[in-house]
């Protein structure tokens, strides 16, 4: 059975301006739907420009870390049905950092390295 959820996105392009604004998108979604497959949904279906990290598509590389309603989640791991369940159909989605947000849900790689180095001698 589908259901719809709209999610309201976090949008800036920092390349082009500073300011930052919300679209909104209005889904479909399964029982076994996660975030990120709306959010490539989105990519393929609605709006190309949508700007977002994913790699490895099992919860292990954080690569798809957002804030939904101002949690910190994994996209690719995070079932939308629970959230719906929990959150309504009404969905906020940002980048986990805006002040390192480069483009929509994209935080400066450079940051991200820095949070990761580890000194080994």
């Avoid at 909104?24 to 709006?47: G, P």
Wanted: glycine letters at 2%; aromatic letters at 8%; one cysteine or more.
């Amino acid at each position: 059975m589908k259901n719809e959820i709209k999610l309201k996105i976090y949008r800036v392009n920092t390349e082009l301006s500073h300011s930052s604004h919300w679209n909104e998108f209005t889904l479909e979604y399964d029982a076994e739907s996660v975030l990120l497959d709306l959010l490539l949904k989105i990519f393929n279906e609605q709006d190309n420009t949508l700007a977002f990290d994913k790699n490895c598509r099992i919860g292990l590389c954080s690569s798809c870390r957002v804030k939904v309603n101002e949690k910190i989640i994994l996209a690719c791991s995070e079932n939308v049905a629970q959230f719906v369940a929990e959150l309504g159909d009404v969905i906020e989605v940002s980048p986990y950092n805006t002040l390192k947000a480069v483009r929509d849900l994209v935080v400066d790689p450079q940051f991200e390295s820095c949070t990761r180095i580890k000194v080994t001698l």
